[in-house]
T-cell receptor, first 115, second 113 residues
Framework: NAGVTQTPKFQVLKTGQSMTLQCAQDMNHEYMSWYRQDPGMGLRLIHYSVGAGITDQGEVPNGYNVSRSTTEDFPLRLLSAAPSQTSVYFC??????????????FGPGTRLTVL | DQQVKQNSPSLSVQEGRISILNCDYTNSMFDYFLWYKKYPAEGPTFLISISSIKDKNEDGRFTVFLNKSAKHLSLHIVPSQPGDSAVYFCAARDRTTGNQFYFGTGTSLTVIP
């Protein structure tokens, strides 16, 4: 199993450009999520999904769109990049259970710089 | 407003001694707490968790303690090893949403050989 994969690893954009960060998992997990990590801020939830066709906003959703057409894939779209979106982005997945913790498996991250 | 706080950005410990990492939270709706470990240029990896109905959970060298009245949890690593050097994040799940996790800002642990 590859686990959670993210592409690209690094990306530089100019202000106003758009792009899609790719995330895929092969563990048949229902739950997928996107976080951004900024210095002094920890990881903050952008969007998440509990299954194909279902998405919801997290703490910091503005400027980002997501869709979930398959169980495996959960792309994150930046429609018009801004310097404030310079960050490291992590995708994560987990099972959805009615009880117990839901350990999240994280991808290796995408480091995005917006000039 | 940060709901999960790790007030110590860094910690240095001698090899073989105990490492204690602390985490405070403000939301009484949190029902699960987790610790993740992160090496540079990698994603976080799950370490240990605890349910809000317990006050202690142990897994090998790692023990997590939860004090609900103080809204405080801690991670103890005994004995500390150089390979434990990493950034540690605590995280909490909000039971009212079920699927939203809130992370602290992380503590960078250095274990000195």
């Amino acid at each position: 199993n590859a686990g959670v994969t993210q592409t690209p690893k690094f990306q530089v954009l100019k202000t106003g450009q758009s792009m899609t960060l790719q995330c895929a998992q092969d563990m048949n997990h229902e739950y997928m999520s996107w976080y951004r990590q900024d210095p002094g801020m920890g990881l903050r939830l952008i969007h998440y999904s509990v299954g194909a066709g279902i998405t919801d906003q997290g703490e910091v959703p503005n400027g980002y769109n997501v869709s979930r057409s398959t169980t495996e894939d959960f792309p994150l779209r930046l429609l018009s990049a801004a310097p404030s979106q310079t960050s490291v982005y992590f995708c994560a997945s987990s099972r959805v259970g009615t009880g117990g913790y839901n350990e999240q498996f994280f991808g290796p991250g995408t480091r995005l710089t917006v000039l | 407003d940060q709901q999960v706080k790790q007030n110590s950005p860094s910690l240095s410990v001698q090899e073989g001694r105990i490492s204690i990492l602390n985490c405070d939270y403000t939301n009484s709706m949190f029902d699960y707490f987790l610790w993740y470990k992160k090496y540079p240029a990698e994603g976080p990896t799950f370490l240990i968790s605890i349910s809000s109905i317990k006050d202690k959970n142990e897994d090998g060298r790692f023990t997590v303690f939860l004090n609900k009245s103080a809204k405080h949890l801690s991670l103890h690593i005994v004995p500390s090893q150089p390979g434990d050097s990493a950034v540690y994040f605590c995280a909490a799940r909000d039971r009212t949403t079920g699927n939203q996790f809130y992370f602290g800002t992380g503590t960078s642990l250095t274990v000195i050989p």
